[in-house]
T-cell receptor
Framework: GDSVTQMEGPVTLSEEACLTI???????????LFWYVQYPGEGLQLLLK?????DKGSNKGFEATYRKETTSFHLEKGSVQVSDSAVYFC????????????FGAGTRLFVKA | DAGVIQSPRHEVTEMGQEVTLRCKPI?????LFWYRQTMMRGLELLIY????????DSGMPEDRFSAKMPNASFSTLKIQPSEPRDSAVYFC?????????????FGEGSRLTVL
């Protein structure tokens, strides 16, 4: 079945370091892909999305490119801030299959000052 | 605009007690989802509604769990009787899309502790 696999955390970085969180997926056809972020004590919120191959989603300095050939949607940021400390979830919505969004396990990011 | 509103934010109860979690989706959203988040199992979809009708409840753990959506602005998730393994954060989420695109708006969650 459809699934999402993320790199295990926690990831600990110093401020201004580069970030990459790997995400790969298994799905038939062309799913829509998402990154959600969960700050401490809050619910998840959509960070960025891509709906077709080679699309690049971007928001708040974060980027992810939909790579069909490698079934990947890695999250990147060139310079992280302490305020980026959160849990990041990769997710997909299958091209068919109604209302289900499938989430990865989440990757916790700690950014040190 | 108000987001998804959940209550209570925190609930501590004893095993065997009934627990009711409440959710008010964003006005105008026509789909509502209940998720459960634990360290061991991550984020699990329990049930979702479209236009107040339950579409898929295959994620509901067992008969102790039930969910209702009596109108477009209110939903409940009930656990009766509660057990310690039900301890988790329960999220409600809603979506506007007529043709669901996967974008969800989450509430802040209800943290349940069953002693």
């Amino acid at each position: 079945g459809d699934s999402v696999t993320q790199m295990e955390g926690p990831v600990t970085l110093s401020e201004e370091a580069c970030l990459t969180i790997n995400c790969t997926y298994t799905a038939t056809g062309y799913p829509s892909l998402f990154w959600y972020v969960q700050y401490p004590g809050e619910g998840l919120q959509l960070l960025l999305k891509a709906t077709k191959a080679d699309d690049k989603g971007s928001n708040k300095g974060f980027e992810a490119t939909y790579r069909k050939e490698t079934t990947s949607f890695h999250l990147e940021k060139g310079s992280v801030q302490v305020s980026d400390s959160a849990v990041y979830f990769c997710a997909l919505k299958p091209p068919t299959g109604g209302f289900k969004t499938i989430f990865g396990a989440g990757t916790r990011l700690f950014v040190k000052a | 605009d108000a987001g998804v509103i959940q209550s209570p934010r925190h609930e501590v109860t004893e095993m065997g007690q009934e627990v009711t979690l409440r959710c008010k989706p964003i006005s105008g959203h026509n789909s509502l989802f209940w998720y459960r988040q634990t360290m061991m199992r991550g984020l699990e979809l329990l049930i979702y509604f479209n236009n107040n009708v339950p579409i898929d409840d295959s994620g509901m753990p067992e008969d102790r769990f039930s969910a209702k959506m009596p109108n477009a602005s209110f939903s409940t998730l009930k656990i009766q009787p509660s057990e310690p393994r039900d301890s988790a954060v329960y999220f409600c989420a809603s979506s506007l899309d007529r043709f669901y695109t996967g974008e969800l708006f989450f509430g802040e969650g209800s943290r349940l502790t069953v002693l």
